[in-house]
């Protein structure tokens, strides 16, 4: 069965440096998202990305990040200047093409821990 | 936000016994809601969706049902099983855009 995936499955790093995180969404997806979760707390939106341009992006997707889609098959998310407030599980998802809400596929997440 | 009330953070039951999982949403123009489950350390896995154009979806297992009045949707798991065992987490789709907004989840914890 087709999944989405992720690299690193965790990093640990200082706050102030530079993050990237991997993603291979599903070959045949057209949509693409990141979702955090702060441990122990609900899964929240950060940006979904279509047709290589962001759809939409939360609150949470200030200027420290950025997301980019380097080839046909990669989906990256940057932090730029990482914050203790970072540390969380990102997670990866995509839908097919009928979709830009319907079914979303996610990856198992990059935990990143920032010190 | 969450109505309070119907939000239980922790669910426990007995395997072979029925489960009933609550959630409130908030925005009363969402169109598409979905159910996700998350084991420990994995990713939000789809269960189940519906449309608001409905009240009822029966899956294998699990129902989920809409009461668009007051904004409620739950997730029904028969003979709930030990696998069953997980963070349940509903799910919104605010018309027009592409993010899910995710509610609060629920423990659900089997014991044989």
């Known amino acids: 069965e087709p999944e989405v995936t992720q690299t690193p499955s965790h990093q640990v790093t200082q706050m102030g440096q530079e993050v990237i995180l991997r993603c291979v969404p599903i070959?045949?997806?057209?949509?693409f998202y990141w979702y955090r979760q702060i441990l122990g707390q609900k899964v929240e939106f950060l940006v979904s990305?279509?047709?290589?341009?962001?759809?939409?992006k939360s609150e949470i997707f200030d200027d420290q990040f950025s997301v980019e889609r380097p080839d046909g098959s990669n989906f990256t998310l940057k932090i730029r200047s990482t914050k203790l407030e970072d540390s969380a599980m990102y997670f990866c998802?995509?839908?097919?093409?009928?979709?830009?809400?319907?079914?979303?596929?996610f990856g198992e997440g990059s935990r990143l821990t920032v010190l | 936000g969450e109505s309070v009330g119907l939000h239980l953070p922790t669910l426990s039951v007995q395997e072979g016994d029925n489960s009933i999982i609550n959630c409130a949403y908030s925005n009363s123009a969402s169109d598409y809601f979905i159910w996700y489950k998350q084991e420990s350390g994995k990713g939000p896995q789809f269960i189940i969706d519906?449309?608001?154009?409905?009240d009822k979806r029966q899956g294998q297992r699990v129902t989920v049902l809409l009461n668009k009045t007051v904004k409620h949707l739950s997730l029904q798991i028969a003979a709930t099983q030990p696998g069953d065992s997980a963070v349940y987490f509903c799910?919104?789709?605010?018309?027009?855009?592409?993010?899910?907004?995710f509610g609060k989840g629920t423990t659900l914890s089997v014991s044989s």
């Open positions: 799910a919104e789709a605010p018309p027009g855009g592409t993010a899910l907004i």
């Open positions: 990305f279509y047709n290589n341009e962001i759809s939409e």
């Open positions: 998802a995509s839908s097919a093409p009928g979709g830009g809400t319907g079914e979303l596929f």
């Open positions: 519906i449309r608001s154009n409905m």
């Open positions: 070959s045949n997806h057209l949509y």
